[in-house]
């Protein structure tokens, strides 16, 4: 059973507001179970005590059904007025069978919803989820194009290959893709299960334990002006997986982003302060070097950080430059945005990797990189995965092993 915290149904108030006879439709294929706890939900002429019921919400017992689980923490996290907005939006047109909607609450709506179709709660749900991380790994393909939003067949297919790793990786099956067209390119979210957890608890005053398998969403984004797929995911494998799959599945090719390396630090070496220059990108103001590594191989190995609130300014002050021999790893800038009163920070690692305050930023900072020779520019890949090799080699040995 996975740990959980209910913000409106472990709350009696929140529960006096759903309408009974839905909060009964609700909860009453686990009628056997809240029976234990004397709750008659199936009972139409009993009251329910909802004081036992957001009791039983708010401190969860062991047994508690999984399925229940799921619904109660949907329903839950879409009980609120931002959500039914959503909610409301996206089924306009669409029979649910609703009637007297104007007097629905939000979790009135989440319930009905829930019950008449929950794939329509699981994608606003996910949706939701579209939170902006700041770490991406950025994969070129070379030949900037649409992409076709994919139909339910390609979904199904690459969910039936996800679930294959994830399986075959102990992080279970049951993985979901959402996909959302937005201004900036299309998002992808990716919901699927992780690791096994284990986890001690009390229950009453024995020493016990449970133990679940926690939900993880991954977003991946596809950029069709410049041919870029940037990910957000935890390991190396899920994310060569996902460049991987959204080649196979949406642009027909495996290869379709080869992985090669984006981004170079050598301008700062080569150029100087110069390699700063904004000027000529609407929406900067200017840009700082606060940091950078660089690390020398050999044996023994080091890596190397210096660090100030403008590094530049301090290297002419001493008649330096980054003169180094070794390899740049990382570097760390301060950019100011006229749209913001405060400039915020902003990581470039040698490689693939970028890491944002705000993922909005990224376009304008991709643009400032390209100008001054930070970004190398892939050359146009050649699709040469056929249907055969799909079916045969579902996933490369590389992959495979992260």
């Known amino acids: 059973m996975a740990t959980y915290r209910l913000r409106h149904f472990s709350r009696p108030e929140t529960l006096r507001s759903i309408s009974q006879s839905k909060l009964r439709e609700f909860l009453t294929p686990h009628h056997e179970f809240l029976a234990q706890y004397g709750l008659a939900v199936s009972t139409a002429d009993t009251d329910l005590d909802l004081e036992v019921l957001s009791g039983l919400f708010m401190d969860p017992v062991p047994d508690t059904p999984g399925d229940l689980i799921n619904a109660l923490v949907y329903v839950d996290e879409m009980a609120t007025p931002e959500a039914m907005d959503s909610l409301l939006a996206e089924i306009v047109g669409v029979d649910l069978g609703i009637i007297d909607r104007d007097e629905m609450t939000p979790a009135d709506l989440a319930i009905h919803v829930w019950i008449a179709d929950r794939n329509i709660i699981e994608r606003k749900h996910a949706e939701f989820g ?23 067949k390609a979904l199904i ?36 299960g992780d690791t096994y957890k284990r986890e001690g608890s009390l229950e009453g005053s024995e020493s016990t334990s449970i133990h679940y398998r926690p939900e993880k969403y991954d977003i991946a984004v596809y950029q069709p002006e410049t041919g870029e797929l940037r990910i957000n995911a935890k390991s190396d494998g899920e994310k060569q997986l996902y460049r991987l799959l959204i080649g196979r599945h949406f642009f027909k090719s495996d290869g379709h982003f080869p992985g090669e390396e984006k981004y ?16 000529d990108i609407d929406g900067l103001d200017w840009i700082k070097l606060k940091e950078y590594q660089i690390l020398y191989t050999g044996s023994p190995w080091q890596v190397i950080s210096r660090k100030s609130d403008d590094m530049f300014a301090l290297l002419d ?11 740049l790893l990382r570097a760390t800038f301060q950019v100011k945005f006229k749209d913001c009163k405060r400039p915020r920070s902003v990581v470039i690692r040698s490689g693939n990797k970028t890491s944002l305050t705000r993922d909005d930023d990224s376009a304008l900072v991709e643009k400032w990189l390209s100008a001054r020779g930070f970004i190398i520019h892939a050359a146009e890949s050649t699709d040469v995965t056929t249907e055969a090799s799909v079916e045969v080699a579902w996933i490369p040995a590389d992959i495979a092993s992260g």
């Open 130 to 152: 579209l939170i902006r991380p700041r770490s991406y790994d950025h994969f070129q393909s070379g030949k900037p194009k649409p992409m076709k939003m994919p139909g339910s």
């Open 264 to 279: 170079t630090l050598e301008p700062l070496r080569t150029y100087g302060s110069a390699s700063l220059n904004c000027v």
């Open 317 to 327: 002050q001493q008649k330096r430059t980054i003169h180094e021999s070794g390899q």
């Open 157 to 192: 297919a690459m969910e039936k290959d996800l679930d294959r790793w994830f399986e075959k990786h102990n992080r279970g099956k049951g993985a979901k893709v959402f996909v959302f067209p937005k201004v900036d390119g299309v998002w992808l979210l990716i919901r699927h």
